[in-house]
């Protein structure tokens, strides 16, 4: 039996638009560079669950944000990750449909999965593994070990899709077939549907 395993961010759902990361950034008041900057320098931290919310937006901005901010800017981070690619989530649909087994693997802190566990799309899928939930990271080796072991299923079973090349050739050193995700046409045509 081969697993079919999505990533996320960039595959299941479109990248952040700007309008939305320009509501961060005004939530935060900070220095749009600055908070890009900070964003992204602590996000993995943030993803593999080192850093709670509160210490997450503290070191993203450089400084003590209150509870209130904290709660409004993971809103904004969540709305931000939540406009599906329309075409991969169809895709998704269909092979939920006929069967196949499907799961998903995403480098996300845990108050972001629980929103994304909300999302009708995701909620279908009955395997989903988040960084944050476990304390492990893409492209590490343990967290596609993590996940053929919560699937029951040998790495050469299944077939992982992410738009980052690291996180494919981390797949590959686990063992399983890594595809690079570009479009929903292409990754239809490279799972020979």
């Not at 939305?20 to 320098?41: N, Q």
């Not at 406009?83 to 845990?110: I, K, Y």
């Amino acid at each position: 039996m081969k697993w079919i395993v999505f990533d996320y961010g960039n595959v299941l759902s479109l990248d952040q638009p700007e309008a939305d990361v320009e509501a961060m950034i005004r939530g935060s008041g900070a220095d749009p560079e600055a908070f890009l900057d900070g964003y992204w320098k602590h996000r993995l931290d943030f993803d593999r669950g080192t850093l709670t919310p509160e210490e997450f937006w503290s070191a993203a901005l450089g400084r003590s944000v209150a509870a209130e901010q904290v709660t409004r800017l993971n809103a904004l981070d969540l709305a931000s990750w939540s406009h599906p690619d329309e075409g991969t989530v169809a895709l998704l649909g269909e092979l939920l449909a006929a069967g196949r087994p499907v799961g998903l693997l995403s480098n996300a802190p845990a108050c972001v999965a629980d929103g994304l566990d909300a999302l009708p799309w995701i909620a279908a899928i009955p395997h989903r593994v988040y960084s944050g939930r476990i304390g492990l990271v893409k492209p590490d080796r343990a967290i596609y070990d993590h996940l053929a072991r919560e699937l029951d299923a040998d790495p050469a079973d299944v077939v992982f899709v992410d738009d980052r090349p690291d996180n494919v050739a981390g797949a590959r050193a686990a063992g399983m077939t890594a595809l690079a995700f570009t479009t929903a046409a292409a990754l239809r045509a490279d799972l020979g549907l």
